[in-house]
């Protein structure tokens, strides 16, 4: 089965905090996604990264950053928290490069910003 | 840019009474679409993957289509344990394997 984990599932943080939320995967994919989910907006990404080290901007990456030191893991870092930035994030991992492979998502993390 | 729009919104079925969803996709070159299951407060689930017009795939009650300018969720005879949130999504043929979602269609099942 594949898996994808998250740190935590709800997460309090307060405004101008950094925030580091981590995502790891077993399948040594090489593609790895971080989303952020609202109501009415649907999915948008946030980050990717398609090798260890390498990253790309997706559609909203202001006031985020992401690291991805080995494989497995791809963390999403808040610099400064802000309200606006409270919501549901899905890791997801599929596929390498430009192949079309499925993307398999994380359980989520319920982050606030108060 | 690539563009997703499911409909309707939401949808409120009797158990038994089938029905389909849509989603209809405007992309350069599709590569893939792709149909999730999602349930509140988690992470969608993989449900199908759809790679050219006229393909069809099937599992338990649910059976997924699709033609050039759109897909079909068909749900029959579905139970209130289908009830979930199912999400649409597509990888166009420029760059990296990237996905663009559809906003989703609420689907409630009742007994």
């Known amino acids: 089965d594949v898996k994808v984990t998250q740190s935590s599932r709800y997460l309090v943080k307060r405004t101008g905090e950094k925030v580091f939320l981590e995502c790891v995967q077993d399948?040594?994919?090489?593609?790895m996604f971080w989303y952020r989910q609202d109501p009415g907006l649907g999915l948008r990404l946030i980050y990717f990264?398609?090798?260890?080290?390498?990253?790309e901007k997706g559609d909203i990456p202001e006031g985020y950053s992401v690291s991805r030191e080995k494989k497995e893991r791809f963390s999403l870092i808040l610099e400064s928290a802000s309200t606006n930035q409270t919501s549901m994030y899905l890791c997801?991992?599929?596929?390498?490069?430009?192949?079309?492979?499925?993307?398999?998502f994380g359980p989520g993390t319920r982050l606030t910003v108060l | 840019e690539d563009q997703v729009t499911q409909s309707p919104e939401a949808l409120r079925l009797q158990e038994g009474e089938s029905s389909s969803l849509n989603c209809s996709y405007t992309?350069?070159?599709?590569?893939?679409l792709f149909w999730y299951r999602q349930d509140p407060g988690k992470g969608p689930e993989f449900l199908f993957t759809?790679?050219?017009a006229g393909e069809e795939k099937e599992k338990e009650r649910l059976k997924a289509t699709l033609t050039k300018k759109e897909s079909f969720l068909h749900i029959t005879a579905p139970k209130p344990e289908d009830s979930a949130t199912y999400l649409c999504?597509?990888?166009?043929?420029?760059?990296?394997?990237?996905?663009?979602f559809g906003k989703g269609t609420m689907l409630l099942v009742s007994p």
């Open positions: 759809l790679y050219s």
């Open positions: 999504a597509v990888q166009g043929g420029s760059g990296y394997s990237t996905l663009t």
């Open positions: 990264s398609y090798d260890v080290k390498m990253k």
């Open positions: 399948m040594d994919h090489e593609n």
């Open positions: 997801a991992m599929g596929g390498s490069g430009s192949t079309t492979d499925t993307q398999y």
């Open positions: 992309v350069s070159g599709l590569r893939g």
